[in-house]
């Protein structure tokens, strides 16, 4: 059974840099495409970024090209989301998503429920 933990939220001002971490059990990390989503409250999960299950191929939103950067380490079970230069926008559930490959690109669509995920609030 797929499962993942996210962490590294919390309260920040805007401008400054959050690192989110994805531990995951349950299946082989490199076999498969990660993602982070986001929720801010009152909306729908929105993508923001993937990255494929051999690192070859990322994906962001236009909103967060330039600020954010995904990662993973598959020997330590890990994804990451490193965060810069934040803005009150960026506010929101942050989630980890196990996801398909499709013809050597991550496929927006998880593979499971979502997690607890963790909270990234921007605010001076």
């Known amino acids: 059974q797929m499962h993942v933990v996210e962490s590294g939220g919390g309260l920040v001002q805007p401008g400054d840099s959050l690192r989110l971490s994805c531990v995951t059990s349950?299946?082989?990390?490199?076999?498969?495409?990660m993602g982070w989503f986001r929720q801010a409250p009152g909306e729908e999960h929105e993508e923001v970024s993937c990255i494929s299950h051999n690192e070859k191929r990322t994906h962001y939103v236009d909103s967060v090209k330039g600020r954010f950067t995904i990662s993973r380490d598959n020997a330590k079970n890990t994804v990451y989301l490193q965060m810069n230069s934040l803005k009150p926008e960026d506010s929101a559930i942050y989630y980890c998503?196990?996801?398909?490959?499709?013809?050597?690109?991550?496929?927006?669509?998880?593979?499971?429920?979502w997690g607890q995920g963790t909270q990234v609030t921007v605010s001076s």
């Open positions: 998503a196990v996801l398909p490959t499709v013809q050597g690109m991550c496929y927006m669509e998880p593979l499971h429920s």
């Open positions: 349950g299946f082989i990390l490199s076999d498969y495409s």
